[in-house]
């Protein structure tokens, strides 16, 4: 299903395909996911907003804790390259998004963790492969609405078939990942010790880049190039703060990612703006929250401890 | 190459403890005219040294000597350009289970949120695949952990972040990660590097307390060797591709390290005993100090 302006609202996209009458959002919050689901489109939104929550909240544990967030979001401006290359010469705009960003990854993993100066080398790629996408796209002209949706994210054009290509490769990249989970996280804290203890740090390097790349490709169809923060590396910065057990920042990463996509999707239905704004509306918000929360506490700790000094 | 003098009767306390044939005559670590070449430079040119089950051997010299490559080559990361180098008699190759191992700190562990127990836990299945299920093997895991953290003592504060540590904290659980595989070699880089006076002291005690109880052999590279002074048994002193080894008396005078350097390079003991190296050049002037008399 595609949606022919993907700026529209829900309101206004449910009522043009005919489906059910809409009725406005109600606190009877059981009647209102009833009526969400309803609709196709919906259920499609929701199935791969899952996904990818899931996926991404994991893989963003490693992103954080390898500080590859800015790696991560050069990979979706590579990602739109490849998407609009695709666009083009006439493929899927996904097989192009997942080749740049594989490749790239691979690349970059390759090029391994202690190069010197590698954000200025990513951050000179990234604007080159921004070019690129721009060149591509005045090629294929008239298709403005497929930059958009790369741009930005269009999780509510999404189709059956992508929710299911999207769950194989979600499924593969978490696969991949529990197969790596010890040596992964061992040498992401300490890659010193890991490569003494024979952990091969280089390797599992690339392997974890081209495991980032599959899921920057899948999370760009929720929030899109320009967003993919929101979802890869906020609820795993939260998760990061708020314990210190790897096992369960994880699980929490996910959770946080798992609400985020949910109520961002559940208000949309509702609001007349886009999905990405309140995806990453709410990942905001909660990690300006958790913060706040910190420094009060902290705050409190500190004054604590000086009464008992003073007394 | 000059005997070693006191440390015998720990050699027999580790003998009984490590089950291993031919322990008594076959040396941990043997270099065997190792050279070792890095880019244009030679780090090690024709080194050989012998080392004894349940030694304590501190490695010297000015920085860029190679004692890092020392460690190194021990752990298999580098490979020697000629020459031979065997651990437990076998030539040393990567992620031997009998080394434990703590790297020269850096500042990335200053932000790291994971807390200290899981480290110290990745020392005994972080290597392995997968993802490392619930059950038996994990709560006998977390009782090896609990009993080293308890024996660096860091129980107080394992469960914290070890972003929030200081850095004497810090160095007892990345020791207690090297000890938790229950190695026979622990090697250690800078140890007491960026601790304060104090600390370097009770580190370095605390050292010398766990390797004799556990009968290990160990190799600490450090820059100053008056901390250690009552823990070691030889010095090891690097210098211009050369090496030397013995007693600090033996190894840190006039005479040896000129020649090592082979540059005029004086000894100067203060009133307290304490041992200045002083060279022309600057790379060699940097105090060491030795045992009071």
Not at chain 1, 119 to 139: E, H, R, Y
Not at chain 1, 173 to 198: K, N, Q
Not at chain 1, 212 to 221: G, T, Y
């Amino acid at each position: 299903m595609a949606l022919s302006l993907p700026s529209l609202t829900i309101a206004f996209a449910a009522s043009r395909l005919g489906g059910p009458a809409l009725t406005p959002f109600s606190w009877n919050l059981f009647a209102d996911v009833q009526q969400i689901f309803q609709y196709a489109f919906m259920r499609n939104a929701f199935a791969a907003g899952t996904i990818v929550a899931i996926v991404a909240g994991v893989v963003g544990y490693f992103v954080v804790l390898r500080s590859l967030s800015f790696a991560g979001h050069a990979l979706s401006h590579i990602g739109f390259a490849g998407a609009t290359a695709a666009v083009v010469v006439g493929a899927s705009p996904v097989a192009g998004l997942l080749v740049f960003t594989v490749g790239a990854g691979l690349g970059m993993g390759a090029l391994g963790k202690r190069i010197y100066g590698r954000d200025v080398v990513i951050g000179i790629v990234l604007a080159w492969m921004l070019g690129l996408g721009v060149l591509f796209l005045s090629l294929y002209t008239g298709y403005a609405t497929e930059a958009y949706a790369l741009l930005f994210g269009e999780i509510l054009g999404i189709s059956q078939r992508d929710v299911l290509i999207t769950l194989i490769a979600g499924i593969i990249t978490l696969l991949a990942i529990a197969a790596i989970y010890r040596p992964l996280l061992f040498a992401s804290l300490d890659e010193d010790v890991a490569e003494a203890r024979g952990v091969p740090v280089r390797w599992l390097g690339v392997a974890f880049m081209a495991l980032l790349a599959l899921a920057v490709s899948e999370a760009v169809q929720v929030v899109g190039v320009l967003l993919i923060f929101a979802l890869l590396v906020t609820p795993a910065a939260i998760a990061e703060r708020l314990t210190t057990r790897p096992e369960v920042a994880i699980l929490l990463s996910v959770a946080l990612a798992l609400g985020i996509t949910w109520a961002g999707l559940a208000i949309a239905f509702y609001a007349p703006y886009p999905v990405s704004f309140f995806i990453t509306t709410i990942a905001f918000a909660a990690y300006v929250v958790v913060r706040g929360a910190q420094a009060i506490r902290d705050a409190l700790a500190a004054r604590a401890q000086q009464t008992a000094v003073v007394a | 190459m000059i005997e070693r003098s006191s440390s015998d009767s720990r050699l027999e306390g580790s003998d009984a403890r490590m089950n291993t044939e031919n322990d008594s005559a076959q040396p941990v670590i043997e270099l065997d005219h190792v050279s070792v070449r890095l880019g244009a430079r030679d780090i090690w040119r024709e080194a050989s040294l012998s080392i004894a089950e349940g030694e304590f051997i501190v490695a010297l010299g000015p920085n860029g000597a190679g004692k890092s490559t020392l460690l190194r080559l021990l752990l298999g990361l580098v490979t020697p350009s000629t020459g031979r180098v065997s651990i437990f008699g076998e030539p040393a190759r990567r992620g031997n289970p009998y080394i434990g191992y703590v790297p020269q700190r850096r500042t990335s562990e200053a932000g790291m949120s994971v807390r200290g127990r899981d480290l110290v836990a990745l020392g005994i299945d972080g290597h392995r695949w997968g993802v490392g299920l619930p059950g038996a093997a994990r709560r006998q895991h977390a009782q090896v952990v609990d009993e080293v953290i308890e024996a660096v003592g860091a129980s107080a504060y394992a469960d914290r972040a070890v972003g929030q540590l200081s850095g004497g904290e810090r160095q007892r659980l990345l020791l207690a990660q090297a000890l938790v595989g229950a190695p026979r070699l622990l090697l250690l880089d800078e140890p007491l590097a960026s601790l304060d006076v104090r600390s370097q002291g009770v580190t370095a005690q605390l050292i010398g307390r766990l390797a004799r109880e556990r009968g290990v052999t160990v190799v600490l590279v450090a820059h100053d060797v008056n901390p250690l002074l009552s823990s070691l048994d030889r010095v090891l002193y690097i210098a211009h591709g050369g090496v030397t080894i013995g007693s600090p008396d033996e190894v840190i005078t006039t005479e040896r390290l000129s020649a090592l350097y082979d540059a005029p390079v004086e000894v100067v003991r203060d009133r307290r005993g304490r041992i200045f190296v002083v060279g022309l050049d600057e790379e060699c002037a940097h105090p060491h100090v030795a045992q009071e008399v």
